[in-house]
Structure formats: structure tokens, C-alpha cells
């Protein structure tokens, strides 16, 4: 895709400063062009390999300080190992983001896709919410089409990856509740956005237990968001042009595998008026 200098509007530029300090983002520049290019080429060396093994959770200290002192040294070790190795990297970040993709995933702590998936800093743009939903264009503002917006149509993410996982929280209790159930919960009121995946795995699976029809949701629910993304008209635009990529992925942390697969935009489309979907490429990572 050829890159293209983008014209910023006087209404824009007001909230500049909001977008710089929140976003890291600046007006392109030429600078734009050649980090794109040495982020395609060094991203994944952005930051060293690290040493450990296993992941150090953080844990009060026994001696009675607070966690923070723990942090603080994670960062400092950050700053030592990784920034100051890779100053020139990092400093050409701070100009200006180019990432390839934009990553949806599950606000779960022991889900970081980062961690997961290996993405290095400048290429990834990611969203987390409960249950990594993405609601349909009519249902109006919420942090996470924000986010979506600014990605696509700012940055020019040429991936959108929804990233599910097992043992969904969000999901059971999806799964759990009565479809006209009224709750003042933010939480039932945001996963009830699953309605459509919820249907469609009670009248697949009404012979399974309850959790394997919860394993069986969190997957569909990923398939239904990604029909979802394609109710926003500059998503589909940029779709059927060839333009950005829709892709699901389930990372299962019990025996830590990973499902990846592609929607077929082509097929899918034919099947949108009654909530189908056609899913390519799809691979099993363990």
C-alpha cells in the first residue's frame, strides 16, 4: 500500500494536544514515511529479548513496602536493558506511531497481547474491554469505537485482530443471563452486546454442558464482532477495497495454544442480512 502524507483539518488540530499527550501522535511528516519503513523492517528488535523465564508477578514485598517498589524496578530495568539499547527506536517513536495492527482484546489480566503475541512497541494499537466486544455502529460513541476510528482512519491500520480467550468471564455471564433481563450492572449492560453470539451457540451446542457452551460462545462471539466491524461504513470501505484485514484469534491459557482465522469478506457479505459469516486461514498454533 503506498503511503500518503495526510491533511490535517483546523478542527482537528484543536485537540492536537489531547492526541499528542494520550496518543503519542504528531502531524506526518516526512519522518512518517521512514519510520514506517524501519518499523517494517527492525520491529520485532525494537526491544531485546528478555532474560526471564517466567513471568515475575508483582506480590506486597514481606518487608512491608508496597508494590510499587517492585514497579519501580521494572521499569528501571526497562529503562536500563531495552529504552537505552534502543534509544534511536524509541526516540523516532516519540515522533510518530505507524502500526500495522489494531488488537481488540479481553480487559482480563491474564490476557496481554502484547506478552502473548510478541508485539513490540510502535506495532500495535490495542483496545481492551470485557470480553474484547465490539458493539455495532448504530448502538453509538463508547471508548472502544473511538479507538477504532483513530486506528483505521487515522492510522491506517492494515490489520484488526479480535483476540478471545478461554475461561471468559464475561462471556459466562453472558451466557448466564435472561435476554430481557434488566440490571443497572455496566458490566451485564456491556457483555449483552454478545446477544447475537449468545443465540446462535444455544441453538448449536443445547446439547452440551454449560462450560463447553461457554467455550463454544467466547469463539462465535468473536465471529459476530467481527460482523460488527463491518457496520461501520469507513471499515467496509477500506475492507472491500483491499485495504485492512479482519481477523479473529483464541489464546486458550490452560494449555496455551492459539486459534488464528481471517473472515472471507466476499463470502461473509452475502450472508450479513442473517447474522452469517465465513471465516479463511484459519491455523492452530501450539
Known amino acids: 500500500m503506498e503511503w500518503r502524507p495526510k491533511r490535517i483539518s483546523g478542527s482537528e488540530l484543536k485537540f492536537s494536544g489531547i492526541e499528542q499527550i494520550r496518543l503519542g501522535f504528531l502531524n506526518s511528516s516526512k519522518s512518517n514515511l521512514a519510520l514506517r519503513l524501519k518499523a517494517s523492517r527492525e520491529g520485532v528488535g525494537l526491544v ?96 472502544t469505537n473511538a479507538a477504532l476510528e483513530f486506528s483505521v482512519n487515522t492510522l491506517e491500520v492494515e490489520n484488526i485482530l479480535i483476540t478471545g480467550h478461554s475461561c471468559c468471564g464475561g462471556i459466562r455471564a453472558l451466557m448466564g443471563m435472561e435476554d430481557e433481563e434488566k440490571s443497572s450492572s455496566f458490566i451485564k449492560n456491556w457483555v449483552m452486546l454478545g446477544k447475537a453470539a449468545k443465540s446462535s451457540t444455544k441453538a448449536t451446542t443445547s446439547n452440551l454442558s454449560f462450560d463447553q457452551q461457554c467455550k463454544h460462545c467466547e469463539k462465535e462471539s468473536i465471529n459476530h464482532s467481527l460482523l460488527n466491524l463491518l457496520t461501520y461504513p469507513w471499515v467496509e470501505e477500506r475492507v472491500a477495497n483491499g485495504l485492512l484485514s479482519l481477523h479473529g484469534g483464541y489464546y486458550n491459557f490452560v494449555d496455551c495454544t492459539y486459534e488464528k482465522w481471517t473472515l472471507d469478506y466476499q463470502k461473509s457479505s452475502t450472508k450479513q442480512a442473517t447474522g452469517g459469516y465465513a471465516i479463511k486461514n484459519r491455523e492452530f498454533w501450539q
Open 48 to 143: 531485546q529479548e528478555t532474560t526471564e523465564k517466567t513471568p515475575k508477578l508483582v506480590k506486597k514485598p514481606k518487608d512491608g513496602s508496597d508494590s510499587f517498589t517492585e514497579m519501580k524496578q521494572r521499569f528501571l530495568s526497562f529503562k536500563r536493558q531495552k529504552y537505552l539499547e534502543n534509544l534511536e527506536c524509541y526516540q523516532e517513536l516519540a515522533q510518530a506511531q505507524a502500526p500495522k495492527f489494531l488488537v481488540i482484546s479481553c480487559a482480563d489480566s491474564r490476557v496481554c497481547p502484547s506478552y502473548i503475541l510478541g508485539f513490540q512497541p510502535g506495532e500495535a494499537f490495542v483496545v481492551r474491554n470485557i470480553a474484547n466486544l465490539v458493539p455495532p455502529f448504530e448502538n453509538g460513541p463508547c471508548e
